[in-house]
């Protein structure tokens, strides 16, 4: 069998490979990898504050305060203050915003649905079975470098 981290750098490189091509071209709008990430996880959390996204994607705040800046600045994400502690911005998407996020999402499902597509039924639920509990596995572990949930 391969080296296991060989495996893992050639689906790990592959996977970004994916969703930079759908970056590129899906939406209309030039958004980084890093940025489709951001918007994924904004629209994934209920109301997440900037701490909430930058834990969950493992980024220094410094870092992801810029690049939610660049998102604001194109008018996909809206920064509003807390009710209750001005210190701390919610994070919503903006109908333009969700547009392009569901453009990502749509067009990261159809390539995954088509690589999957090549194997049987059996293959398909072997794989994504055993993807689920590699990720459990992970943030079991105290070896992983696990951002929170």
């Known amino acids: 069998m391969e080296n296991v981290r060989t495996m893992f750098q050639i689906l790990s490189r592959n996977f970004g490979l994916l969703n930079e091509q759908c970056c590129d071209s899906c939406c209309g709008q030039e958004v980084s990898l890093v940025q489709s990430h951001i918007l994924y996880e904004i629209n994934r959390q209920h109301n997440p504050s900037m701490q909430d996204i930058a834990g969950a994607l493992g980024m220094d705040i410094t870092t992801f305060s810029r690049q939610v800046k660049t998102l604001t600045d ?76």
């Open 74 to 149: 194109k008018g996909l994400v809206k920064k509003t203050p807390h009710p209750s502690d001005q210190r701390i911005n919610i994070l919503s998407l903006t109908p333009e915003g969700l547009s392009v996020e569901n453009a990502i999402n749509l067009t990261v499902n159809t390539q995954l649905n088509g690589v999957l597509s090549t194997m049987s039924h059996f293959e398909r639920e072997t794989v994504l079975r055993s993807i689920q509990l590699f990720n459990d596995a992970m943030q079991k572990s105290a070896a992983c470098c696990v951002p929170p949930k």
